[in-house]
């Protein structure tokens, strides 16, 4: 990408001059090495690697849901030494159309299949409702087949690395959380954005990659309900550019695998140290078992910033402990922590006594404390 490109649609490099600052910072462009390679049209995006990968003569979309997973557990194999060859030998994004183009049928396609196959019995994130969302939106997110995106702009308020961000907000969640910032789509009125189909959203992210997104950030309320739209839209998406998932990584293993094969960059939003505290906060069951677990699958397939907001009263509780595996299960070198410091009462906050209040100076500053101790990447990304 040339750096008029990089440049256009705003003024945003006056505002965040960090922003220009990290493309030449060592330490991110180290840990964030395929992103960055992307975002700049070195490498290919990973959706483009996944058109690039075909089905097999023999196999049928058509197939049963088993049959097909089978298929996609042996496709994976393929698409990961082809991963691994951009990677080891450089292989730039237009070098990589040219020698391998799109296959007629491919591993995005039953990527997208199984996709929809899911949505009628829908379990893309752990809750698994079960329901056909084809009929109802009688599930936890309360979303049927329809996609609403309440806005999509460049983001200038994101990690240094990120920015402009091609940012696209949908409506609807699978958490319930009581201090929620953007609640208003989230839970109040998910339903009041822009419907889109695969086609528009393509559009959308193709609008905002010309006009100088690094990344495409898919947020919200939360994204993976909309994953079926998400991924097929990718089918028509002809520009490079890096996916980033920005969410709350309460998927299911079903919506990982899926996902493994078109994300670059995962933006998980670590919150809470226990159990205990999610399901009273968020009102999510097996929260910690689900969020690590999803964690260690996402960092061996692409790089990753973890966001920890923290919450007045929950440092012992949740930050330290997230700290703390995030240091025992992730290489150091592999991630950088995100630690975020503008919680405020938001929504039913008020509600609940010990997020009454934004977090102290002092509260803060143990938590940055800690993380130092613990040896983790968190300085300079925000």
């Not at 003024?11 to 001059?17: A, G, L």
């Not at 898919?218 to 969410?247: C, F, R």
């Not at 509780?317 to 290489?331: E, F, G, H, R, V």
């Amino acid at each position: 990408m040339g750096v008029v490109q990089l440049f256009r649609g705003s003024y945003w490099f006056i505002v965040r001059p960090d922003a220009i600052a990290a493309l030449s910072n060592e330490t991110l462009r180290r840990v964030l090495k395929w992103y960055y390679s992307v975002f700049i049209d070195d490498y290919p995006a990973k959706f483009h690697i996944a058109k690039a990968v075909p089905l097999p003569k023999d196999a049928k979309l058509v197939d049963d849901i088993e049959t097909l997973w089978g298929i996609h557990n042996e496709l994976t194999k393929y698409f990961t030494s082809l991963w691994n060859e951009v990677k080891k030998s450089g292989i730039k994004f237009d070098e990589f159309k040219k020698m391998y183009g799109t296959a007629d049928t491919s591993l995005l396609d039953l990527d997208i299949e199984i996709a929809m196959r899911i949505l009628r019995m829908c379990r893309f994130c752990e809750w698994r409702c079960g329901v056909d969302r084809t009929y109802t939106n009688r599930g936890v997110c309360k979303l049927s087949t329809t996609s609403y995106v309440h806005s999509w702009f460049l983001h200038i308020g994101e990690e240094a690395p990120l920015v402009p961000s091609g940012t696209i907000f949908y409506g609807s969640c699978n958490f319930r959380c009581v201090f929620c910032q953007n609640w208003d789509i989230s839970q109040e009125n998910p339903y009041g954005g822009v419907e889109v189909d695969p086609r528009s959203l393509y559009v959308i992210q193709r609008e905002l990659r010309i006009n100088g997104a690094r990344n495409i950030n898919h947020v919200g309320g939360e994204p993976t309900p909309n994953l079926y739209n998400i991924l097929a839209s990718l089918k028509h998406l002809d520009v490079n550019v890096p996916q980033l998932w920005n969410s709350n990584f309460y998927m299911s293993e079903e919506a990982m695998k899926l996902l493994n094969h078109v994300i670059d960059i995962w933006l998980p939003d670590f919150k809470y140290g226990n159990n205990e505290c999610a399901l009273r906060l968020s009102k999510v069951p097996r929260y910690i078992d689900v969020i690590t677990r999803n964690l260690r699958t996402a960092i061996g397939w692409g790089d990753m910033i973890i966001r920890h907001l923290v919450l007045p009263n929950h440092i012992e509780c949740c930050s330290k402990p997230i700290l703390k595996w995030i240091a025992t299960n992730i290489q150091r070198d592999r991630v950088i922590v995100n630690i975020m410091d503008q919680y405020r009462p938001e929504y039913k906050a008020r509600e609940y006594s010990d997020i009454s209040r934004r977090p102290s100076p002092h509260e803060l500053e143990e938590v940055y404390r800690y993380a130092d101790s613990l040896g983790i990447l968190w300085r300079d990304v925000s």
